[in-house]
Every structure is written in C-alpha cells, then in structure tokens.
C-alpha cells in the first residue's frame, strides 16, 4: 500500500498476488472483513482499505464477469443433457425386472440419481424462462401414490402417466 497524500485515505496502487486471492475467497464465500483479516493476518481497516481500491474493485468485477459467463456456459450444458436424462428415466421405468441387467443395482441407482439431478436442476431454471426443455420437477408433485398393493407393471404405469401428464 502506498502512503496516503494529505487528507485522502490511503489506497494499494496495484494487485498483488494475495489481494487476488483475497477476491477469489470473497467471490466464492462471501466472506467479511473480520473473516478475510483473520484468514491473511490483517487488520480489519487493512481489508477495507484493500478491498475499496479502485484497482481491487476493478479485479472483482472482472472476476464476476467470468463467474457469469461460466454460470451461463454450465446452465447450456445442462439443458444439453435433459433429453437424454429423460432417456434414462424411460428406460428405467421399462425395465423388465426380471431381465438380465448389463449394470449393478448400485450402477443403476447412480445413473437414475444423475439423471434426475440433471432434470431437477433444468427444471429449477424452467421457472425463469431460460429452458427450452420440458418442465418437469419431481419435488413440486402433491400426489401420495399407495405402492403397498401395487404390481411393479402397474406402479411403472402410473408414473408414466404422470410423466407424460407433465410434458403435455
């Protein structure tokens, strides 16, 4: 930091490697003065100082630009993996239990659980306009389904039903 002129509050001329660390962390965890002072062994008014520069500001909104545009780039990938989640999801509510599976049940678990992660987190974005996928989200749905006296063919029907329910 360089000494401050007559009556102007002292300010750092450039970045150095720890001040953009010190972005990183508060980019990332929305961390306070008291958390970044104790974390670089700085004063709280040191912080302040460092994070209201012109320069510092300048980095963290570089910074926040490139966070935006990965957001973005990763929010693309997402609705780019829906249709063959939905895939996985059909092929799993078809499955003759009885047939010969290629995959361990804990495969399958995985795969499903990945599958509806996927349609989850689309559907979330649904609600903004940003999709152009179909909305579905499984943790909206009120209905109690009473499995205890179902067969499997017949469970798998219902949630077809619902599925195809939703996409219309």
Known sequence: MGRPSAGLSPQIEQLKNHHKCMAR???AGSLRNVDLARIYNMTESQISIIIN????????AELEDKVEDNICELREDIRLLVPRASQIIKEE???DPL???????QERKLRL???????DRDSGRKKHGESGA???HFHEHKE?????NMSTEELQRDVFDLLTDEEE
Not at 53 to 60: I, L, N, T, V
Not at 113 to 119: H, P, V
């Open 93 to 95: 509510l078809f499955k």
């Open 25 to 27: 962390d508060i980019i």
């Open 53 to 60: 520069s012109p320069c510092f500001q300048a980095y963290m």
């Open 113 to 119: 659980a990945t599958a509806f992660e996927i349609w």
């Open 144 to 148: 109690i389904h009473i499995t205890k």
């Open 134 to 136: 179909k909305e579905v």
């Open 99 to 105: 047939e010969n599976q290629p995959l361990s049940l």
